[in-house]
């Protein structure tokens, strides 16, 4: 071989060394432009300024079954500590056996979400907090029976009185819903790989990671699910190009239209976080997906219009488990006992 071919030799792989490094700078900045890293830190919640004594009021509510009718039902039992913050199911059993509608969302980085539950109908976490304890399907009490409850339970006094310091009579149910946001916005999952990539650690992904990341991007998959919660921050119809099955997208429900009552909101959801998704199946509103890898390919055709390939769908996959954050560590609290005046369970 002579000299002057190996120097172009030498130089065709110099420039193709280069265009890959630029190439994966790009992908990074473009990464960066469209998605944030989750913060180490809980946000503070506006008007609902954070304690020590406030969140641990929040931690011993969220776990009291003696919030709901039959004392046997906790917020935790829908949105798992430990489990992805979900619990597994298509939909959740509530009182009396009775199965919710939805799939019950992640409780994890949901204070990052525009809106809370499926259709938004709660702004934010502290008005989703109250929602399910007077839902006759789910906890079925009511605002009132909870603090009957509460105020017949003499250990909890001192916590509400070390939360809300003071307040003359500080166990009302705005206070309640206010504790448990407080904590669960504590529930957050920094640490994901995809957020050391974000922070510029281009280690943090693989080849095939980046491949579906580009891929991810740009099929239009980031239209939607963008921001530091990888989706969770805007509305978008369900079957944009094509409509998926009754069963994955049940004709009676109509999503936000039952909140807004205006046409074009049929079949719109609150586009969900991607965040753990591995952690939370069944996937979507109707929970009819257990497979992350059917729910991206139905994504794609649903939603894009697009018919990815295996190949595709793998490589979208696999950047998906890299949005697997540090889950978060939560010290079951000591919950104060019942006294013979505190109401009994119902059925």
């Known amino acids: 071989m002579s000299r002057r071919t190996t120097c172009i030799m030498l130089a065709l792989a110099g420039c193709l060394a280069c265009s890959?490094?630029?190439?994966?700078s790009a992908l990074m900045k473009q990464a960066q432009g469209?998605?944030?890293p989750l913060p180490d830190k809980p946000p503070a919640l506006p008007g609902n300024p954070a304690t020590p004594a406030k969140v641990l009021l929040g931690?011993?509510?969220y776990f009291d079954p003696r919030l709901s009718r039959s004392h046997s039902i906790s917020c935790n039992s829908c949105h798992m500590i430990g489990m992805g913050g979900v619990d597994l199911q298509e939909t959740?059993?509530?009182h009396r056996w009775q199965r919710g509608s939805r799939n019950a969302p992640t409780v994890y980085n949901a204070v990052f979400d525009v809106a809370q539950f499926w259709d938004g109908r709660a702004k934010d976490l502290e008005q989703q907090a109250g929602g399910p304890m007077v839902n006759p399907v789910e906890m079925d009490t009511s605002e009132q029976h909870v603090i009957e409850q509460l105020k017949a339970i003499p250990g909890y006094a001192p916590y509400f009185a070390n939360a809300?310091?003071?307040?003359?009579d500080p166990i009302t149910f705005e206070n309640v819903r206010q504790a448990i946001a407080v904590f669960e916005a504590t529930l957050i999952t920094p640490g994901a790989r995809f957020?050391?990539?974000?922070?510029?650690?281009?280690?943090?992904?693989d080849t095939a990671q980046k491949a579906g990341l580009a891929l991810f991007i740009n099929k239009g998959c980031a239209a939607c699910h963008k921001g530091i919660n990888v989706g969770g921050g805007m509305y978008a119809p369900f079957g944009v190009v094509e409509r998926p099955g009754a069963e994955i997208l049940p004709p009676?429900?109509?999503g936000r239209f039952a909140v807004t009552k205006t046409a074009s909101d049929e079949y719109v959801f609150r586009v969900p976080s991607l965040r753990n998704v591995t952690l939370t199946p069944p996937y979507f509103h109707s929970g009819k997906s257990w497979d992350l890898r059917q729910a991206v390919a139905i994504m794609g055709s649903s939603q894009l219009g697009a018919r990815l390939t295996d190949d595709e769908v793998t490589k979208i996959t696999e950047f998906l488990t890299t949005l697997t954050g540090r889950q978060p560590s939560v010290v079951l609290p000591d919950l104060p006992p019942s006294a013979a005046g505190t109401p009994r369970p119902q059925q």
């Open 20 to 24: 890959s490094a630029w190439s994966q």
């Open 34 to 36: 469209l998605f944030k």
């Open 59 to 61: 931690k011993m509510l």
């Open 92 to 94: 959740s059993l509530g």
């Open 164 to 168: 809300y310091p003071g307040v003359r």
């Open 195 to 205: 957020d050391r990539y974000l922070k510029g650690d281009d280690g943090a992904l």
């Open 252 to 254: 009676g429900d109509k």
